[in-house]
């Protein structure tokens, strides 16, 4: 069964950091292309970064970029998602996200990806 688990999650005060991470779990990373997504109560789901299979091309969202850093470590078949200087606005459930291909085309549409994790949640407030 094929899965990705999320971790990392909590409460941060505004101006702080946390890393979240994604685990596969039946299937091999490498392969896929992995995108970080959010959701915000009564928004719709937003893109917010992802990563080719190499890990060597990464784009992110504009209201995250210089923020937020996305990685991967395929040895571990793990994602990460390096989060600072977080505002109240970053607020939301946080889901990793894959697609097998070997293209990257920098997209952060959700439908065009096919494996969700089930979320974790991040909160910004003092």
């Known amino acids: 069964q094929l899965q990705l688990v999320e971790s990392g999650g909590g409460l941060v005060q505004p101006g702080g950091s946390l890393r979240l991470s994604c685990a596969g779990s039946?299937?091999?990373?490498?392969?896929?292309?992995i995108g970080w997504f959010r959701q915000a109560p009564g928004k719709e789901r937003e893109g917010v970064s992802c990563?080719?299979?190499?890990?060597?091309?990464?784009h992110h969202a504009d209201s995250v970029k210089g923020r937020f850093t996305i990685s991967r470590d395929n040895a571990k078949n793990s994602v990460y998602l390096q989060m600072n200087s977080l505002k109240p606005e970053d607020t939301a459930v946080y889901y990793c996200?894959?697609?097998?291909?070997?293209?990257?085309?920098?997209?952060?549409?959700?439908?065009?990806?096919?494996?969700w994790g089930q979320g974790t949640q991040v909160t910004v407030s003092s």
């Open positions: 996200a894959a697609v097998r291909t070997r293209r990257f085309e920098r997209s952060l549409f959700a439908d065009e990806y096919d494996y």
């Open positions: 039946g299937f091999i990373l490498d392969y896929y292309v």
């Open positions: 990563i080719s299979s190499s890990g060597g091309s990464t």
